[in-house]
Protein backbone atom coordinates (compact mmCIF):
# COMPACT_ATOMS: atom_id res chain seq x y z
CA UNK A 1 0.00 0.00 0.00
CA UNK A 2 1.22 3.59 -0.70
CA UNK A 3 0.60 6.84 1.73
CA UNK A 4 -3.04 8.33 0.84
CA UNK A 5 -0.69 11.34 -0.62
CA UNK A 6 0.92 8.88 -2.86
CA UNK A 7 4.10 9.73 -1.72
CA UNK A 8 5.46 6.63 -0.97
CA UNK A 9 5.29 3.64 0.51
CA UNK A 10 2.62 3.15 4.06
CA UNK A 11 4.92 1.43 6.24
CA UNK A 12 3.80 -0.48 9.25
CA UNK A 13 5.66 -0.51 12.84
CA UNK A 14 5.16 -3.89 14.65
CA UNK A 15 6.01 -5.62 17.43
CA UNK A 16 9.82 -6.08 18.31
CA UNK A 17 10.77 -2.69 15.40
CA UNK A 18 12.26 0.13 16.76
CA UNK A 19 10.75 2.00 12.82
CA UNK A 20 7.84 1.69 10.74
CA UNK A 21 9.58 -1.05 8.04
CA UNK A 22 7.00 -3.26 7.17
CA UNK A 23 5.83 -3.28 3.21
CA UNK A 24 2.02 -4.65 3.50
CA UNK A 25 -1.17 -4.94 1.00
CA UNK A 26 -3.90 -3.76 3.75
CA UNK A 27 -4.41 -6.48 6.27
CA UNK A 28 -3.89 -9.62 3.83
CA UNK A 29 -0.14 -9.03 2.94
CA UNK A 30 0.46 -13.04 2.89
CA UNK A 31 -2.98 -13.87 1.04
CA UNK A 32 -2.37 -11.33 -2.00
CA UNK A 33 1.21 -13.39 -2.18
CA UNK A 34 -0.27 -16.33 -2.56
CA UNK A 35 -3.07 -14.75 -4.90
CA UNK A 36 0.16 -14.01 -7.06
CA UNK A 37 1.90 -17.07 -6.88
CA UNK A 38 -1.46 -19.57 -7.44
CA UNK A 39 -1.65 -17.35 -10.66
CA UNK A 40 2.06 -17.72 -12.08
CA UNK A 41 1.63 -21.93 -11.14
CA UNK A 42 -1.09 -21.64 -12.92
CA UNK A 43 -0.11 -19.45 -15.60
CA UNK A 44 3.18 -21.75 -16.40
CA UNK A 45 2.58 -24.77 -18.90
CA UNK A 46 5.65 -26.49 -17.96
CA UNK A 47 4.60 -26.95 -14.11
CA UNK A 48 2.16 -29.60 -13.72
CA UNK A 49 -0.14 -29.52 -10.16
CA UNK A 50 -1.12 -32.54 -8.70
CA UNK A 51 -3.77 -32.10 -6.35
CA UNK A 52 -5.47 -34.07 -3.15
CA UNK A 53 -2.12 -35.73 -2.86
CA UNK A 54 -0.32 -36.32 0.47
CA UNK A 55 3.54 -36.65 1.15
CA UNK A 56 3.94 -40.15 3.18
CA UNK A 57 7.55 -40.87 2.92
CA UNK A 58 11.02 -39.49 1.53
CA UNK A 59 12.64 -41.63 -0.81
CA UNK A 60 16.65 -41.91 -0.31
CA UNK A 61 19.30 -44.13 -1.42
CA UNK A 62 20.29 -45.50 1.98
CA UNK A 63 16.79 -46.11 2.75
CA UNK A 64 14.92 -47.34 -0.59
CA UNK A 65 17.19 -48.45 -3.35
CA UNK A 66 17.58 -51.98 -3.88
CA UNK A 67 21.07 -52.10 -4.85
CA UNK A 68 23.61 -52.40 -2.49
CA UNK A 69 26.26 -50.09 -3.88
CA UNK A 70 23.96 -46.86 -2.68
CA UNK A 71 23.06 -48.62 0.75
CA UNK A 72 26.96 -48.50 1.23
CA UNK A 73 27.08 -45.10 0.01
CA UNK A 74 28.65 -41.95 2.55
CA UNK A 75 25.83 -39.48 1.52
CA UNK A 76 22.66 -39.87 1.53
CA UNK A 77 20.61 -39.01 -1.21
CA UNK A 78 16.87 -37.48 -1.62
CA UNK A 79 14.83 -39.23 -4.29
CA UNK A 80 11.39 -38.09 -4.25
CA UNK A 81 8.79 -39.33 -2.64
CA UNK A 82 6.38 -42.10 -1.58
CA UNK A 83 2.51 -40.37 -2.36
CA UNK A 84 -1.06 -40.68 -1.63
CA UNK A 85 -3.29 -40.13 -4.10
CA UNK A 86 -6.68 -39.71 -2.16
CA UNK A 87 -8.98 -39.83 -4.96
CA UNK A 88 -7.18 -43.96 -6.22
CA UNK A 89 -6.81 -44.36 -2.57
CA UNK A 90 -3.37 -45.76 -3.91
CA UNK A 91 0.45 -44.41 -3.08
CA UNK A 92 2.25 -43.11 -6.31
CA UNK A 93 6.61 -43.60 -6.11
CA UNK A 94 6.88 -39.87 -7.60
CA UNK A 95 11.08 -39.69 -8.70
CA UNK A 96 12.26 -36.45 -8.43
CA UNK A 97 16.00 -35.20 -9.36
CA UNK A 98 15.30 -32.52 -7.05
CA UNK A 99 12.57 -32.73 -3.70
CA UNK A 100 11.64 -29.46 -1.98
CA UNK A 101 9.60 -29.97 1.58
CA UNK A 102 7.29 -26.52 2.03
CA UNK A 103 4.70 -28.17 4.32
CA UNK A 104 4.48 -25.20 6.67
CA UNK A 105 4.93 -25.57 10.01
CA UNK A 106 3.16 -27.49 13.27
CA UNK A 107 0.50 -25.11 14.40
CA UNK A 108 -2.42 -27.80 14.55
CA UNK A 109 -0.82 -29.91 16.78
CA UNK A 110 -1.69 -27.61 19.93
CA UNK A 111 -5.08 -26.71 20.45
CA UNK A 112 -5.09 -23.25 19.81
CA UNK A 113 -3.68 -21.98 16.64
CA UNK A 114 -3.56 -19.77 14.06
CA UNK A 115 -2.77 -22.30 11.43
CA UNK A 116 -4.70 -23.98 8.59
CA UNK A 117 -5.28 -27.79 8.78
CA UNK A 118 -2.36 -28.69 6.33
CA UNK A 119 0.41 -27.73 9.30
CA UNK A 120 0.62 -30.36 11.45
CA UNK A 121 4.51 -30.86 11.10
CA UNK A 122 4.37 -33.36 7.76
CA UNK A 123 8.16 -32.13 6.44
CA UNK A 124 9.24 -32.57 10.17
CA UNK A 125 8.23 -35.92 10.18
CA UNK A 126 9.09 -37.78 7.35
CA UNK A 127 12.55 -35.59 7.49
CA UNK A 128 13.41 -37.48 10.82
CA UNK A 129 12.47 -40.43 9.34
CA UNK A 130 15.09 -40.09 6.54
CA UNK A 131 17.83 -38.96 9.10
CA UNK A 132 17.65 -35.24 8.17
CA UNK A 133 19.24 -32.93 10.60
CA UNK A 134 16.81 -30.97 12.39
CA UNK A 135 17.06 -27.64 15.03
CA UNK A 136 15.52 -25.38 17.22
CA UNK A 137 12.09 -27.29 17.26
CA UNK A 138 11.32 -26.45 20.71
CA UNK A 139 11.19 -22.71 19.45
CA UNK A 140 7.27 -22.11 18.94
CA UNK A 141 6.13 -18.65 18.72
CA UNK A 142 2.58 -17.53 20.43
CA UNK A 143 0.57 -14.94 18.77
CA UNK A 144 -0.45 -12.84 21.45
CA UNK A 145 -3.31 -11.42 19.94
CA UNK A 146 -6.07 -13.36 18.33
CA UNK A 147 -10.25 -13.42 18.21
CA UNK A 148 -11.56 -14.89 20.82
CA UNK A 149 -14.41 -16.99 19.36
CA UNK A 150 -15.50 -20.66 18.68
CA UNK A 151 -13.97 -21.06 15.71
CA UNK A 152 -11.96 -24.13 15.26
CA UNK A 153 -9.05 -22.37 14.08
CA UNK A 154 -8.06 -19.02 16.06
CA UNK A 155 -8.15 -15.77 14.01
CA UNK A 156 -5.26 -13.60 14.01
CA UNK A 157 -5.32 -10.01 14.55
CA UNK A 158 -2.17 -8.60 13.21
CA UNK A 159 0.44 -6.77 15.38
CA UNK A 160 0.31 -3.60 12.80
CA UNK A 161 -3.25 -2.34 14.92
CA UNK A 162 -0.64 -1.82 17.81
CA UNK A 163 2.04 -0.55 15.53
CA UNK A 164 -0.66 1.90 14.95
CA UNK A 165 -1.19 2.88 18.35
CA UNK A 166 -3.59 0.41 19.46
CA UNK A 167 -3.71 -0.75 23.05
CA UNK A 168 -4.28 -4.15 25.21
CA UNK A 169 -6.19 -3.47 28.51
CA UNK A 170 -8.04 -5.91 30.48
CA UNK A 171 -11.30 -6.58 31.74
CA UNK A 172 -11.82 -2.89 33.46
CA UNK A 173 -10.48 -1.11 31.22
CA UNK A 174 -6.90 -0.76 32.14
CA UNK A 175 -4.08 -0.63 30.14
CA UNK A 176 -1.47 -3.28 31.21
CA UNK A 177 1.99 -3.86 29.81
CA UNK A 178 3.79 -1.11 30.60
CA UNK A 179 3.65 -3.67 33.75
CA UNK A 180 5.66 -6.06 32.26
CA UNK A 181 7.89 -4.52 29.49
CA UNK A 182 9.25 -0.76 29.12
CA UNK A 183 7.82 -1.53 25.42
CA UNK A 184 4.76 -1.96 26.76
CA UNK A 185 2.70 -2.74 23.59
CA UNK A 186 5.36 -3.14 21.12
CA UNK A 187 7.19 -5.75 22.89
CA UNK A 188 8.00 -8.58 21.29
CA UNK A 189 5.67 -11.23 20.78
CA UNK A 190 7.09 -13.73 23.56
CA UNK A 191 6.91 -11.29 26.47
CA UNK A 192 3.45 -9.94 24.87
CA UNK A 193 2.04 -13.63 24.98
CA UNK A 194 2.75 -14.13 28.58
CA UNK A 195 1.86 -10.58 29.69
CA UNK A 196 -1.36 -11.37 28.14
CA UNK A 197 -1.50 -14.94 30.10
CA UNK A 198 -0.59 -13.59 33.37
CA UNK A 199 -3.14 -10.72 33.00
CA UNK A 200 -5.55 -13.73 32.39
CA UNK A 201 -4.45 -15.75 35.33
CA UNK A 202 -4.30 -12.23 37.95
CA UNK A 203 -8.13 -10.96 37.10
CA UNK A 204 -9.67 -14.40 36.30
CA UNK A 205 -10.62 -13.70 33.17
CA UNK A 206 -10.81 -15.45 29.81
CA UNK A 207 -9.07 -12.77 27.50
CA UNK A 208 -7.91 -10.01 27.49
CA UNK A 209 -9.17 -6.84 25.02
CA UNK A 210 -6.91 -4.69 21.93
CA UNK A 211 -8.49 -1.19 22.01
CA UNK A 212 -8.07 -0.17 18.83
CA UNK A 213 -11.34 2.03 18.50
CA UNK A 214 -9.83 4.96 20.69
CA UNK A 215 -6.15 4.76 19.29
CA UNK A 216 -6.35 4.07 15.67
CA UNK A 217 -7.19 6.30 12.60
CA UNK A 218 -9.18 4.63 9.66
CA UNK A 219 -9.00 1.42 11.07
CA UNK A 220 -11.39 0.21 7.91
CA UNK A 221 -9.22 1.37 5.14
CA UNK A 222 -6.08 0.13 6.41
CA UNK A 223 -7.46 -2.88 8.14
CA UNK A 224 -10.34 -4.13 6.16
CA UNK A 225 -10.57 -7.88 6.75
CA UNK A 226 -10.04 -7.84 10.63
CA UNK A 227 -12.70 -5.41 10.86
CA UNK A 228 -15.34 -7.43 8.23
CA UNK A 229 -14.24 -10.51 10.23
CA UNK A 230 -14.68 -8.84 14.03
CA UNK A 231 -18.31 -7.47 12.45
CA UNK A 232 -19.19 -11.55 11.33
CA UNK A 233 -19.24 -12.20 14.78
CA UNK A 234 -20.75 -8.96 16.44
CA UNK A 235 -17.98 -6.83 17.08
CA UNK A 236 -17.78 -3.43 15.76
CA UNK A 237 -14.10 -2.57 16.02
CA UNK A 238 -14.79 1.16 15.29
CA UNK A 239 -16.57 1.47 18.59
CA UNK A 240 -15.49 -1.79 21.11
CA UNK A 241 -12.71 -3.60 21.90
CA UNK A 242 -11.40 -6.57 20.67
CA UNK A 243 -11.47 -9.86 22.79
CA UNK A 244 -7.92 -11.48 22.15
CA UNK A 245 -6.40 -14.87 23.67
CA UNK A 246 -2.52 -16.30 22.82
CA UNK A 247 -2.68 -18.89 20.15
CA UNK A 248 0.12 -21.27 18.70
CA UNK A 249 1.44 -19.23 15.71
CA UNK A 250 4.69 -19.71 14.35
CA UNK A 251 7.48 -22.76 14.54
CA UNK A 252 11.34 -21.17 14.16
CA UNK A 253 12.56 -24.68 14.07
CA UNK A 254 12.59 -26.84 11.61
CA UNK A 255 14.98 -28.68 8.94
CA UNK A 256 18.29 -27.56 9.18
CA UNK A 257 19.27 -25.28 5.96
CA UNK A 258 22.14 -23.29 4.32
CA UNK A 259 20.99 -19.77 1.93
CA UNK A 260 20.55 -22.15 -0.78
CA UNK A 261 17.63 -23.56 1.06
CA UNK A 262 19.87 -27.21 1.02
CA UNK A 263 19.62 -29.47 3.77
CA UNK A 264 22.12 -32.06 5.13
CA UNK A 265 21.07 -34.38 3.05
CA UNK A 266 21.57 -34.24 -0.99
CA UNK A 267 19.20 -33.70 -3.54
CA UNK A 268 16.74 -32.03 -0.48
CA UNK A 269 15.60 -28.80 -0.16
CA UNK A 270 13.16 -27.28 2.35
CA UNK A 271 11.74 -23.32 2.36
CA UNK A 272 9.12 -21.65 4.79
CA UNK A 273 8.44 -22.24 7.72
CA UNK A 274 9.31 -26.06 7.84
CA UNK A 275 12.75 -25.19 7.31
CA UNK A 276 15.55 -23.32 9.99
CA UNK A 277 17.31 -20.80 8.01
CA UNK A 278 18.71 -18.97 10.94
CA UNK A 279 17.14 -15.88 10.26
CA UNK A 280 14.65 -16.27 13.39
CA UNK A 281 16.48 -17.05 15.93
CA UNK A 282 15.12 -18.53 19.14
CA UNK A 283 12.38 -15.28 18.37
CA UNK A 284 10.87 -14.66 14.94
CA UNK A 285 10.12 -10.57 14.71
CA UNK A 286 6.44 -9.82 13.49
CA UNK A 287 6.51 -9.71 9.28
CA UNK A 288 9.70 -11.49 8.86
CA UNK A 289 8.01 -14.52 8.01
CA UNK A 290 6.82 -13.59 4.23
CA UNK A 291 10.24 -12.48 3.63
CA UNK A 292 11.67 -15.27 4.56
CA UNK A 293 9.22 -17.29 2.11
CA UNK A 294 10.11 -15.48 -1.06
CA UNK A 295 13.65 -14.87 0.06
CA UNK A 296 14.41 -18.68 0.13
CA UNK A 297 12.25 -19.83 -2.40
CA UNK A 298 13.45 -17.33 -5.06
CA UNK A 299 16.95 -19.30 -3.87
CA UNK A 300 16.07 -22.74 -3.46
CA UNK A 301 14.30 -22.21 -7.59
CA UNK A 302 17.98 -20.13 -8.55
CA UNK A 303 20.08 -23.33 -6.82
CA UNK A 304 18.32 -25.86 -8.37
CA UNK A 305 18.26 -24.18 -11.89
CA UNK A 306 22.07 -24.24 -11.56
CA UNK A 307 22.46 -27.77 -10.45
CA UNK A 308 20.08 -28.59 -13.39
CA UNK A 309 22.22 -27.08 -16.07
CA UNK A 310 25.13 -29.27 -14.72
CA UNK A 311 23.44 -32.44 -15.58
CA UNK A 312 23.36 -34.07 -11.90
CA UNK A 313 20.37 -36.09 -12.86
CA UNK A 314 20.07 -39.00 -10.79
CA UNK A 315 20.40 -41.72 -13.57
CA UNK A 316 17.97 -44.35 -15.43
CA UNK A 317 20.22 -47.12 -13.22
CA UNK A 318 19.48 -45.57 -9.88
CA UNK A 319 15.95 -45.21 -10.38
CA UNK A 320 15.37 -48.68 -11.75
CA UNK A 321 15.80 -49.37 -8.49
CA UNK A 322 13.17 -47.72 -6.33
CA UNK A 323 10.52 -50.13 -5.58
CA UNK A 324 6.76 -49.26 -5.64
CA UNK A 325 5.25 -48.68 -2.46
CA UNK A 326 4.01 -52.45 -0.56
CA UNK A 327 0.81 -51.80 1.70
CA UNK A 328 2.40 -52.23 5.32
CA UNK A 329 -1.20 -54.06 6.33
CA UNK A 330 -4.85 -54.40 5.74
CA UNK A 331 -5.82 -56.60 9.10
CA UNK A 332 -7.22 -53.25 10.40
CA UNK A 333 -10.05 -50.82 9.56
CA UNK A 334 -9.73 -46.90 9.88
CA UNK A 335 -11.46 -45.92 12.96
CA UNK A 336 -12.44 -42.06 13.23
CA UNK A 337 -13.67 -42.33 16.63
CA UNK A 338 -9.58 -43.55 17.67
CA UNK A 339 -8.58 -40.96 14.84
CA UNK A 340 -10.57 -37.77 16.61
CA UNK A 341 -9.17 -39.23 20.26
CA UNK A 342 -5.91 -39.67 19.47
CA UNK A 343 -5.87 -35.54 17.78
CA UNK A 344 -7.32 -34.74 21.08
CA UNK A 345 -4.84 -36.19 23.00
CA UNK A 346 -2.28 -34.69 21.02
CA UNK A 347 -3.43 -31.36 21.28
CA UNK A 348 -4.42 -31.12 25.11
CA UNK A 349 -0.96 -32.65 25.52
CA UNK A 350 0.87 -29.67 23.42
CA UNK A 351 -1.40 -26.70 24.93
CA UNK A 352 -1.17 -27.95 28.74
CA UNK A 353 2.72 -29.04 29.14
CA UNK A 354 4.64 -27.88 25.52
CA UNK A 355 2.53 -24.31 25.57
CA UNK A 356 3.81 -20.44 26.99
CA UNK A 357 5.13 -21.55 30.03
CA UNK A 358 6.88 -24.96 30.22
CA UNK A 359 8.23 -26.98 33.65
CA UNK A 360 10.20 -30.06 33.75
CA UNK A 361 7.44 -32.12 35.30
CA UNK A 362 5.16 -30.66 32.71
CA UNK A 363 7.34 -31.65 29.51
CA UNK A 364 8.02 -34.68 31.27
CA UNK A 365 4.39 -35.73 31.70
CA UNK A 366 4.21 -34.51 27.73
CA UNK A 367 7.25 -36.65 26.91
CA UNK A 368 5.90 -40.19 28.20
CA UNK A 369 2.43 -39.50 27.26
CA UNK A 370 3.47 -38.89 23.79
CA UNK A 371 6.27 -41.73 23.85
CA UNK A 372 2.95 -44.62 24.63
CA UNK A 373 0.96 -42.85 21.85
CA UNK A 374 3.62 -42.76 19.20
CA UNK A 375 4.14 -46.51 20.19
CA UNK A 376 0.39 -47.35 19.67
CA UNK A 377 0.72 -45.51 16.58
CA UNK A 378 3.48 -46.93 15.01
CA UNK A 379 1.33 -50.55 15.18
CA UNK A 380 -1.75 -48.93 13.75
CA UNK A 381 -0.21 -47.56 11.09
CA UNK A 382 1.61 -50.90 9.92
CA UNK A 383 -1.58 -52.91 10.31
CA UNK A 384 -4.02 -50.22 8.69
CA UNK A 385 -4.54 -49.65 4.62
CA UNK A 386 -3.29 -45.93 4.34
CA UNK A 387 -6.07 -42.78 4.05
CA UNK A 388 -5.35 -39.20 4.70
CA UNK A 389 -6.18 -39.31 8.04
CA UNK A 390 -4.16 -41.89 9.27
CA UNK A 391 -1.23 -40.27 7.53
CA UNK A 392 -1.36 -37.59 9.02
CA UNK A 393 -2.17 -38.48 12.85
CA UNK A 394 0.81 -40.19 12.28
CA UNK A 395 3.22 -37.30 11.04
CA UNK A 396 1.38 -34.65 13.74
CA UNK A 397 2.15 -37.55 16.66
CA UNK A 398 5.99 -37.76 15.86
CA UNK A 399 6.05 -34.04 15.22
CA UNK A 400 4.67 -33.39 18.34
CA UNK A 401 7.07 -35.96 19.85
CA UNK A 402 9.75 -34.64 18.81
CA UNK A 403 9.13 -31.04 19.49
CA UNK A 404 8.86 -31.95 23.41
CA UNK A 405 12.17 -34.05 23.19
CA UNK A 406 13.76 -30.31 21.83
CA UNK A 407 11.77 -29.05 24.86
CA UNK A 408 12.75 -31.22 27.05
CA UNK A 409 16.59 -31.13 26.60
CA UNK A 410 16.67 -27.18 26.23
CA UNK A 411 17.02 -26.27 30.18
CA UNK A 412 17.60 -22.47 29.58
CA UNK A 413 14.82 -19.59 28.51
CA UNK A 414 15.03 -18.33 25.80
CA UNK A 415 12.87 -16.33 22.89
CA UNK A 416 9.93 -17.95 22.91
CA UNK A 417 10.73 -21.15 24.72
CA UNK A 418 10.24 -20.24 28.56
CA UNK A 419 10.64 -22.31 30.96
CA UNK A 420 8.67 -21.77 34.52
CA UNK A 421 11.89 -23.50 36.44
Known amino acids: DRKGDGSGWHLGKEGGHSVARILHTADQTGKNIMIGLMGAVRANPKITVLTRRTAV ?66 ALAMAYR ?54 ADLAPRDIVTRAILEEMLRTDEDCVYLDAANHVKNLR ?5 IYEKCKSVGIDITVQPIPVVPAAHYFCGGLLTDVHGRTSMDRLY ?7 TGLHGANRMASTSLLE ?27 DCIPDWVSPGQNRNED ?18 VGINRSSSRLMRAFEDL ?27 QAAYLVTLAAMRNKKSLGCHYRVD
Not at 90 to 108: H, M, P, S
Not at 221 to 225: A, K, L, Q, V
Request: hydrophobic fraction near 35%; proline fraction near 3%.
Open 221 to 225: EYFPN
Open 293 to 319: CLLWGHSVGQDIGRRCAKNVAMGRRLA
Open 336 to 353: PALISQDWTTIRNTMWNY
Open 57 to 122: DLLTTQHHASLLEYKYQLVNECLGAYVYDETAGLVETILADFTVLATGGVGRIFLHTTNSRACIGS
Open 371 to 397: RDLNKHLHDFYRETPLSKPIIDLFHGS
Open 270 to 276: AAGECAC
Open 130 to 183: AGVRTMNLEYIQFHPTTLLHRAERRFLITEALRGEGARLVNAKGEQFMKRYDPR
